[in-house]
T-cell receptor
Framework: DAGVTQSPTHLIKTRGQQVTLRCSPKSGHDTVSWYQQALGQGPQFIFQYYEEEERQRGNFPDRFSGHQFPNYSSELNVNALLLGDSALYLC???????????FGEGSWLTVV | GIQVEQSPPDLILQEGANSTLRCNFS?????LQWFHQNPWGQLINLFYIPSGTKQNGRLSATTVATERYSLLYISSSQTTDSGVYFCAAPLNYGGSQGNLIFGKGTKLSVKP
């Protein structure tokens, strides 16, 4: 049973560029959340997707957008990258009624 | 919004020692979770513990919801326990269990 998988694992982008990160939830999970974790900090909630719709959003600008597909996989898009967007981006999944959430290994984004 | 504070920020232990990590939260919560993040970034859910005490091997956790704190106990620590321990609560009381606010973590280093 595959857990939460994310791609790519590492990437480097230039300031002003756009990036897309991908997440496949754990089998049987239909709810996906994205988090940003800066160095030395705890993860910060970006948004959650359920039934292909954004259900809740944290304190992140509109440059951060997402999508959920019919197979429950999800994408995180960040436009007009800033140096401060450099972070570990984590995807988490769970069932709609579940209490336990599972995290992927993350995508390390460096903006130069 | 709710605030989550963890202490101590850093902890160095000799292998075999016991430790207690603390998590204080500013508002009532219906859910409190503990996570371990290994040096490669993988976040693992340790406990879902809105109240009471749970044990899993050498780890146990206690949440006293009325006093707004939770404790994580690590007994007979091993080098593999090293990493960062986070506690997390829902962004909103009664809100989605997957949308969490994290503390800044306790960085644990266990020396052989």
């Amino acid at each position: 049973d595959a857990g939460v998988t994310q791609s790519p694992t590492h990437l480097i982008k230039t300031r002003g560029q756009q990036v897309t990160l991908r997440c496949s939830p754990k089998s049987g999970h239909d709810t996906v959340s994205w988090y940003q974790q800066a160095l030395g900090q705890g993860p910060q909630f970006i948004f959650q997707y359920y039934e292909e719709e954004e259900r809740q959003r944290g304190n992140f600008p509109d440059r951060f957008s997402g999508h959920q597909f019919p197979n429950y996989s999800s994408e995180l898009n960040v436009n007009a990258l800033l140096l401060g967007d450099s972070a570990l981006y984590l995807c988490a999944s769970r069932t709609g009624a579940g209490n336990t959430i599972y995290f992927g290994e993350g995508s390390w984004l460096t903006v130069v | 919004g709710i605030q989550v504070e963890q202490s101590p920020p850093d902890l160095i232990l000799q292998e075999g020692a016991n430790s207690t990590l603390r998590c204080n939260f500013s508002d009532s919560v219906n859910n409190l979770q503990w996570f371990h993040q290994n040096p490669w970034g993988q976040l693992i859910n340790l406990f879902y513990i809105p109240s009471g005490t749970k044990q899993n091997g050498r780890l146990s956790a206690t949440t006293v919801a009325t006093e707004r704190y939770s404790l994580l106990y690590i007994s007979s620590s091993q080098t593999t326990d090293s990493g960062v321990y986070f506690c997390a609560a829902p962004l909103n009381y009664g809100g989605s269990q997957g949308n969490l606010i994290f503390g800044k973590g306790t960085k644990l280093s266990v020396k052989p």
